[in-house]
């Protein structure tokens, strides 16, 4: 009888590969350490919740512990693994009855991220809050909430009670501020304007959600203005100022009253577990792995936040934290457990964000400095067309920008934003990109024309048909 | 001094040649004959022009003779070409003048195509329309217009007067039959009812749209019904009766009072120009080219709706008659009479429907018996997903088909329904299709996720998953 497959971490991807596993092989002995008291919750739903659009917290949740008891996986809530030894192969754990030791034929590490901490005084405040965590969200969520319009349901789950009494007691908060202008911090904007609160909007740099490149980053801005938030770019928060509650910011440019603050300023593989257990990291800082999502430790595994992955463009590990991924990763390797080696597969860096009514989307590389590394020389062109065929309503001005080599005409990636299903757009240049297709290869695909859905150039086309204007006169030049 | 580039027909195909072979070769002559008035419209715009979403027939205008002159092309509209003569290369022209020859020193055939007459008596009828025509589109707006909200400004164009007094006279119809379940059909029920109109359509075969397959036609079926359209399908109608002006369908079920018809029931090349010319047809009917769009006459182009196309799944010459193929293929001609030889691009099939708030998407080869001709052993599998995460407001069932060969898992095609964001996501299979994706491969693209725009699995990922499932069940038994 092999020794059983141990997987820390019940999230996304320790619970895929858990259940994949134990499918595929139902005779394994399968068991999952997790932290915390939750299990299986979507981190990308937090802000809908808040906002209130998601009515409640156990929406979240994709599967409860009785779920996973019936799949047959042995899990544990509320235990930590402390350490690996990979020459005993064993676990040692900390649970609420003490410390023991376990040991593994195979072992995953699913420890995904941790929300990194402001280098700023005053995040330990009270009402300062980070969106990574089940509490806070519902504290949160309570705390937007008026008094009058308390629903305990809203905080109820299948199987763990969340004490917000606290915050549904107080007066509802009128002044929020967000620190960090990525992902979470636009989200969450759209959250509080919902709800009536002056929001302020705190970002370092000139643009928000840098990943998506200064073309989407200019539309997401204005579009921020537009609903009224307080957009404060090129400003670093200084400190987070209150006698126990957080009840002002301070930057170069003055102190806002505040009854809350939000801070998103980005995730870090959590891997403090198998620092010391020779197990290696990439430059990013997470683990690497193979294409099987092997670590450089026999018969120790990665996958989800805390790994690596190989970028579909590059070639080369990247540090791409997302939930598609994590899924897949870990399915892969419940199977590969199993018997039955199953790639994890790549990552092409796919990104959708819905800034209020603006869709925006990512993939593949768009930093002109992260191709160069790459070895690429790019070249870039954005441009503004119809999601529709203009006489048919409801057309909304698409921004696409292209990236591409120079030399070799290869698409390496692109953004775009609109308000007309141009997220979702975004998937017919991942495919693009999963094919090494050029900029010409693009320009000539067949895609959809129907006046309520595309105009005869979908603004993808155009796009393809500038970049290529260009590499062309580069050519003949 | 070359002779003149000469273009018959004055629509998506030939202006984009024109156009496209003026810029590259300003010197070039080119002369375009169109033998209708109208240039440059819009075909799929037309149901929504009658519904009233498009405000005026201009609107479905993209170009006005004036900027075609502007272009600095000779445009000769009311110009029928009679004839070509490969040997001595010109045309003979009737325009208002008389008749005369034309010299050529390439030739593009855009003639389009011919909205299919209906084997059926009556369709001579006074009120039984088509929609192939801006004319009867015009007078079909007019007749569903109720005297006291007519608008002049509705029918005006910048160049072309249309006469529809006698349509914006009568008393609008409260009984339409519609002849035929595909596209034009299913987006004209959807113009009628919006308009109040006791909406009939008849089908002979028993699902609409056959070239969206089975899951897709009975997602439009229950549409179709739920918007209260009186659905006859498996019924052919047998004649269209009255005096004069229709005033029944006849089928063999029975009669059907009616005030008008609008039959639609496919089309077909508008070859016969050519018919005796030494222009090789292929078995679809329309021109054969090559990759450069040349025919099998020196000095002859075809494209558009009258010419076959390579198929990007088999190989093979196919015929769909689409708009954005007819524009690029046209424009590639342009450039490659210009002197800088471009090929007119492949077709995938992709295509879109909107049946009242149902997206629906088909590309590539999704019929099997058309997969077994091409030389493949199609498998399919169907499956209905969330179009979002579950939790997220709007998330909608999304029905995806998707076929692929047995023995190589290649994807030969797929098909997709839904009411949120489904109809785009068809060009992620188109691009797959254009690389010879597998199954497996498609299973393993990085698309995007967020809760308001997608499910972690995309419904593609879904179906792919579950099609790659049945193919190796297969291979392992």
Request: overall charge negative; aromatic content about 6%.
């Amino acid at each position: 009888m092999s020794q059983p497959f141990v997987v820390v971490g019940g999230d996304a991807a320790g619970l895929s590969a858990a259940s994949k596993c134990k499918r595929e092989d139902p005779e394994r002995e399968v068991i999952v350490y997790e932290k915390s008291e939750w299990i299986s919750y979507a981190h990308c739903g937090m802000p809908y919740y808040v906002k209130g659009e998601v009515d409640s917290l156990g929406d979240l949740l994709s599967l409860s512990p009785r779920e996973v008891d019936e799949r047959g996986i042995d899990l544990h809530r509320n235990h930590e693994v402390l350490s690996v030894d990979p020459e005993e192969q064993h676990v040692r754990v900390h649970g609420p009855d003490g410390e023991f030791e376990q040991s593994y034929g195979d072992l995953l590490i699913a420890t995904g991220a941790r929300a990194l901490v402001a280098p700023i005084e005053g995040t330990d405040l009270a009402d300062v809050f980070t969106m990574h965590h089940m509490h806070s969200t519902a504290q949160l969520r309570a705390f937007l909430t008026p008094p009058d319009e308390a629903d305990e349901s809203a905080f109820e789950t299948d199987y763990v009670d969340v004490d917000v009494t606290e915050y549904l007691d107080r007066e509802p908060p009128t002044t929020a501020a967000i620190v960090g202008g990525g992902y979470v911090g636009v989200e969450m904007a759209e959250a509080f304007r919902s709800r009536g609160l002056e929001t302020h909007l705190y970002q370092r740099s000139d643009r928000p959600v840098p990943p998506f490149g200064d073309a989407v980053g200019q539309r997401v801005s204005e579009t921020l203005e537009e609903a009224g938030v307080e957009c404060h770019f090129g400003t670093a928060v200084n400190s987070l100022e209150g006698n126990g509650r957080v009840d002002r910011v301070e930057t170069d440019d003055g102190s806002q009253a505040v009854d809350l603050v939000l801070v998103g300023i980005g995730i870090r593989p959590n891997t403090q577990l198998v620092e010391d257990t020779g197990i290696e990291f990439g430059d990013s800082g997470a683990i690497r792995i193979d294409e099987y999502g092997r670590t450089t430790v026999e018969s120790v595994y990665a996958a989800g936040d805390c790994a690596e992955k190989t970028h579909t463009v590059t070639g080369d590990p990247a540090w791409v934290p997302l939930g598609l991924t994590a899924n897949r990763a870990g399915r892969a390797i419940g199977q590969t457990v199993a018997g039955d080696p199953e790639p994890v597969g790549e990552i092409a860096g796919t990104a959708v964000l819905k800034a209020f009514e603006l869709e925006c989307g990512r993939t593949g590389i768009t930093d002109f400095d992260a191709a160069r590394e790459a070895g690429f020389d790019p070249v870039a062109e954005t441009i503004t067309a119809g999601s529709r065929s203009g006489y048919y309503p409801g057309n909304a001005e698409t921004t696409v920008t292209l990236v591409a080599d120079r030399e070799t005409g290869q698409l390496l990636g692109g953004t775009i934003a609109g308000e007309d299903r141009a997220a979702i757009r975004i998937n017919t240049l991942a495919t693009a990109l999963e094919s090494d297709m050029t900029v010409s290869e693009v320009e000539r695909l067949d895609l959809a024309y129907a006046p309520p859905f595309s105009p005869v150039w979908d603004p993808l086309l155009v796009a393809a048909k500038v970049l290529r204007g260009t590499l062309s006169d580069w050519r003949s030049n």
